[in-house]
């Protein structure tokens, strides 16, 4: 069974700071990788994608990829109380069946005035 | 922006009945999804779909069933509701290079 790990929080930062998100994995042979936030009551919506080892950025939003480790994060600079949701790891693997995203069961981030 | 649509937001059924969730994507992607997600659970896949009349089961395909006859639309089917199939259920569709995956709004389902 392949496996996506999140700490579930809730990870408090106060507002203006840095939020850093940590994901592992075990699928070594993974590829591809993001992160959705997901408000309370609602659906998740994809805001990163990374594919190769490193960073990349957008926005306040940067996304660290070390695939030896098996290890992904979504940094979050400057943070807002809009910021505060669940943000969900997934990595894409392939089985018999075809590719399919495997979820964290997500981390709660509490943003404070 | 791709748009993903799901029949209903909330549905109240009693058990027994036969439920009907339906999924639209207007992206013409090819791979569409049937997730559901409940708290400390996390998204879990019930079945998916690679082309049309095509599915294939996921990790939870118990109790349920899938329709697929048009691209752009992906039916859940529980053929006989039960109160442990009261959950968050959430269709998603995916681009196929970057396999990135769109999630509808989602249905709540309550099976009392």
């Known amino acids: 069974q392949k496996e996506v790990e999140q700490n579930s929080g809730p990870l408090s930062v106060p507002e203006g700071a840095i939020a850093s998100l940590n994901c592992t994995y075990s699928?070594?042979?993974?590829?591809?990788f993001f992160w959705y936030r997901q408000y309370s009551g609602k659906s998740p919506e994809l805001i990163m994608s990374?594919?190769?080892?490193g960073d990349k950025e957008d926005g306040r939003f940067t996304a660290q990829l070390n695939k030896a480790s098996q290890y992904v994060s979504l940094l979050i600079r400057d943070s807002q109380p809009s910021d505060s949701a669940t943000y969900l790891c997934?990595?894409?693997?392939?089985?018999?069946?075809?590719?399919?995203?495997?979820f964290g069961t997500g981390t709660q981030l509490k943003v404070e005035l | 922006d791709v748009k993903v649509t799901q029949s209903s937001r909330y549905l109240v059924k009693r058990t027994g009945e036969k439920v009907f969730l339906e999924c639209v994507q207007d992206?013409?992607?090819?791979?569409m999804f049937w997730y559901r997600q409940d708290p400390g659970l996390g998204l879990r896949l019930i079945y998916f779909?690679?082309?049309?009349?095509?599915?294939e089961k996921g990790d939870i395909p118990e109790g349920y069933s899938v329709s697929r006859e048009k691209k752009e639309r992906f039916s859940l089917i529980l053929e006989s509701a039960s109160t442990n199939q009261t959950s968050m259920y959430l269709c998603?569709?995916?681009?196929?290079?970057?396999?990135?995956?769109?999630f509808g709004p989602g249905t709540r389902l309550t099976v009392t």
């Open positions: 998603a569709s995916r681009d196929g290079p970057s396999y990135e995956q769109y």
């Open positions: 699928d070594r042979v993974s590829q591809s």
């Open positions: 990374i594919y190769s080892n």
């Open positions: 997934a990595v894409n693997s392939f089985t018999g069946g075809g590719n399919k995203l495997t």
């Open positions: 992206m013409d992607h090819e791979n």
């Open positions: 779909s690679y082309d049309v009349k095509m599915k």
